[in-house]
T-cell receptor, first 112, second 118 residues
Framework: GENVEQHPSTLSVQEGDSAVIKCTYS??????FPWYKQELGKGPQLIID?????GEKKDQRIAVTLNKTAKHFSLHITETQPEDSAVYFC???????????FGAGTTVTVRA | GAGVSQSPSNKVTEKGKDVELRCDPI?????LYWYRQRLGQGLEFLIY????????KSGLPSDRFSAERTGESVSTLTIQRTQQEDSAVYLC????????????????FGPGTRLTVT
């Protein structure tokens, strides 16, 4: 099955700086890579995703990049704000399977 | 529109009791997933329903865990003879089978049920 590894486990940044989280996956057939944000006491919320036919996707201050050759994808948050503080999860599907394998999560803290 | 809802939001139970957790998926979503999230950890897949197909139960940790779904609507996750290690947040997610560009992997999560076994 798909094995997804996520780094770092915790990340503290100064407000206004950028944050980068990286995930690697094992199944070269995987073709969909979402990122979820989970705030305290809430369920994960899909914030951005990318399919394997593109290398980068942006949505305002967040972007995801994909390197299929190296089997890794990254979340970039620019101009971080206190409300970006949360746990972020990456995921990838198993081939021919709708289930997602999730990374262990990254706790992001934005210092004011 | 309405998102995924779960009830109760919190449940405290004594060790050995049975509990039922409920999930109402987004209307029209044929796929439904249950996950377990222990404190400070990631999401552990439990079970997957897709339409009228046989559910994928490969993630259920023991035979004390079971789940049912009526058609493409409500699902209940039942834990029998609860143990302290069952304490966790139980998350439900739903998705369409097919989106605009092919098979849909986008999962939409509910707020979860926090289960505490004392």
């Amino acid at each position: 099955g798909e094995n997804v590894e996520q780094h770092p486990s915790t990340l503290s940044v100064q407000e206004g700086d950028s944050a980068v989280i990286k995930c690697t996956y094992s199944d070269s057939a995987s073709n969909y890579f979402p990122w979820y944000k989970q705030e305290l006491g809430k369920g994960p919320q899909l914030i951005i995703d990318i399919r394997s036919n593109v290398g980068e996707k942006k949505d305002q201050r967040i972007a995801v990049t994909l390197n299929k050759t190296a089997k890794h994808f990254s979340l970039h948050i620019t101009e971080t704000q206190p409300e970006d503080s949360a746990v972020y999860f990456c995921a990838a599907p198993r081939s021919n399977d709708y289930k997602l394998s999730f990374g262990a999560g990254t706790t992001v803290t934005v210092r004011a | 529109g309405a998102g995924v809802s779960q009830s109760p939001s919190n449940k405290v139970t004594e060790k050995g009791k049975d509990v039922e957790l409920r999930c109402d998926p987004i209307s029209g979503h044929t796929a439904l997933y249950w996950y377990r999230q222990r404190l400070g950890q990631g999401l552990e897949f439990l079970i997957y329903f897709q339409g009228n197909s046989a559910p994928d139960k490969s993630g259920l940790p023991s035979d004390r865990f079971s789940a049912e779904r009526t058609g493409e609507s409500v699902s209940t996750l039942t834990i029998q003879r609860t143990q302290q290690e069952d304490s966790a947040v139980y998350l439900c997610a739903s998705s369409l089978k097919f989106g605009a560009s092919g098979p849909s992997y986008e999962q939409y999560f509910g707020p979860g049920t926090r289960l505490t076994v004392t």
